[in-house]
């Protein structure tokens, strides 16, 4: 799915008025019908719906739900913020035709002082500014942000909540921001709903869909997407019959050194449950009984020294190369990289200390086989990267990065975000928070060597890498809980994640 500014959604609205058509109040209309159908399902009429409106369509939205919910028999009262200026469009329509209802108490109103007075089990609706906000709030406004803010009412959100915008909110004024329990959110996701600071204020949001029109969805260009299923079937193709090892690959992992075995065999049994022909695990001396005890299915290649990774094995047997998991950053092991990144001709996936070892010593960046995958966590990341004040910036710099070493960065995270060279951003929608577990990266840098040793190109096996570790993350959950989920549980579900995306298909 593409992701798009509010300012191109509001292109697309304009479209869809224009083309399907149908009339900017009928649009509000239809909108408002599936806010208003989310909140019957899940409010009782014993609730009063206490409504905050704006000067714009996003007030528009709150006074159209409002009037939808009285003719269903909910208590409503409706709040304008009065600017001085008179409603005009779809908003004064709708405010017209509640004064017609005669239902919902209606109040205007232009100060703080106007505040009103809530039961505990009110439910406040906030319709105040939505994807048109175009500078952070002050004033009247924000004080009654800042009020309602102060309330444990339960909050819903209209769009997105009042104050934060769509995209970039490093200049924002983050107390002047709605911190809503729920955001109903129309169409599409905004960007900034996937970044981790704004939780805060969007609380768990949901998307409904408002039947924008699918030729305005086309024909507006962008370089960000949301990764859905449909993307990822098209990366996993189905076996042929006649098929043999051979035709799937032979992947190289280095990995694991003295007390860290663990990260090697959880990365080469992903790699292999990725559907590899064959693996070769590469290890220290010390970790061969531990490798072929705990991975049958894997060769090996026993590194000289005992405990670390100092040498690698011929490359070119190897479709692709994944190196990082568990190794240490001694001496030795850094020159030992510095080599392969020389001699490798086929693309690598590098994780953990394989990524701080890079850090150190930036200058080898230059030497990345192309198309190869890097995996940073934010603490990575930062090292390898820089700092940023901001989700937004680190993406930006993400993209950049990514550009300048025509390279691919898979930025770890409840969103994971690849970003690619030609200045791709793909966001995952994946995963949960069960997955934040030692060695859950493990498993993702085995899954995406295990695919991109079949041949599939760096960008498809990062999409459908990131795609199915969080599929097989949120499979494991249903059935392990969140708190219980451990990393080889990822691993263990793989199998049901290529059958759920199988299913689908037939
Ligand atoms: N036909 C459409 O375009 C549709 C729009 N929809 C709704 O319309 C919303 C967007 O509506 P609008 O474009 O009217 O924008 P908003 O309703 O978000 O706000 C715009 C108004 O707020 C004022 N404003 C902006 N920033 C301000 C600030 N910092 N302080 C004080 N005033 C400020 C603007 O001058 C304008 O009067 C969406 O979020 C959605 O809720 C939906 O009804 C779906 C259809
Ligand atoms: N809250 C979350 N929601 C979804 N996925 C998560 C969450 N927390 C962690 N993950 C995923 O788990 C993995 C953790 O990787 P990483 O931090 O490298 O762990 P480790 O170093 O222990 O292997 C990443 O793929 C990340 O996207
Ligand atoms: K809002």
Not at 249 to 277: D, E, N, P, Q, Y
Request: hydrophobic residues 40%; aromatic residues 8%.
């Amino acid at each position: 799915m593409k992701l798009f500014t509010t300012k191109q959604i509001a292109g697309i609205d304009k479209f869809t008025i224009e083309n399907e058509p149908i009339s900017d109040i009928d649009l509000m209309e239809r909108a408002a019908l599936q806010i208003t159908h989310w909140l019957v399902k899940r409010f009782s009429t014993e609730q009063k719906m206490v409504f905050f409106a704006g000067p714009g369509n996003n007030g528009g939205d709150a006074l159209a739900i409002a009037c939808q919910l009285a003719n269903l028999d909910f208590v409503c009262e409706v709040f304008l913020l009065d600017f001085g200026k008179e409603l005009k469009g779809s908003p004064a329509v709708n405010w017209k035709r509640l004064e017609e209802q005669n239902k919902v108490k209606l109040v205007k109103f232009k100060d703080e002082s106007g505040f009103p007075e809530l039961g505990l089990t009110d439910v406040i609706l906030d319709g105040m500014f939505g994807s048109g906000l175009s500078r952070p709030l002050e004033g009247f406004p924000a004080a009654i942000v800042e009020e309602i803010n102060q309330l444990e009412n339960t909050k819903v959100a209209i769009d997105i909540p009042s104050g934060l915008m769509g995209e970039d909110n490093s200049l924002n004024i983050p107390g002047n921001i709605i911190k809503a329990d729920f955001t109903l959110t129309f169409q599409f996701p905004k960007i900034s709903f996937l970044f981790p600071e704004n939780e805060t204020y969007t609380g768990k949001w949901e998307v409904l869909p408002i039947g924008l029109h699918p030729g305005g969805i086309e024909q507006t260009p962008s370089n960000t997407f949301f990764i859905e299923e449909e993307d990822v079937k098209k990366t996993i193709a189905s076996r042929s019959k006649f098929a043999h090892k051979g035709n799937f690959g032979h992947a190289l992992l280095i990995a694991g050194s003295f007390g860290k075995m663990g990260a090697a065999v959880l990365a080469s049994r992903s790699c292999l449950r990725a559907g590899v022909g064959l693996l070769t695990t590469h290890i220290p001396r010390l970790g061969y009984s531990i490798i072929q005890t705990a991975v049958p299915e894997a060769m090996t290649s026993i590194d000289q020294h005992d405990a670390i990774f100092t040498e690698f094995p011929d490359l070119s047997a190897f479709s692709a190369i994944g190196v990082g998991p568990g190794i240490d950053k001694k001496r030795n092991s850094q020159k030992a990289l510095c080599e392969l990144l020389e001699k490798a001709k086929v693309p690598l996936v590098i994780d953990a200390d394989g990524l701080n070892i890079l850090s150190e010593n930036s200058e080898w960046l230059q030497k990345l086989p192309g198309k190869s995958i890097l995996t940073p966590h934010p603490g990575e990341f930062k090292r390898l990267v820089g700092n940023s004040s901001n989700s937004y910036e680190r993406i930006q710099q993400q993209k950049e990065f990514a550009q300048k070493y025509h390279t691919i960065v898979i930025l770890k995270g409840a969103y994971t975000v690849i970003a690619t060279p030609n200045g791709q951003l793909f966001f995952n929608s994946t995963g949960n928070p069960g997955m934040a577990t030692a060695g859950s990266g493990d498993t993702l840098t085995g899954i995406l060597l295990g695919l991109l040793a079949q041949g599939i190109s760096s960008e498809a096996a990062a999409i459908a890498g990131v795609y199915l570790h969080g599929l097989a993350g949120d499979l494991a959950a249903r059935e392990k809980s969140e708190p219980a989920l451990i990393a080889g549980d990822i691993t263990d579900y793989l199998g049901k994640a290529f059958i759920e995306l199988n299913k689908e298909t037939n």
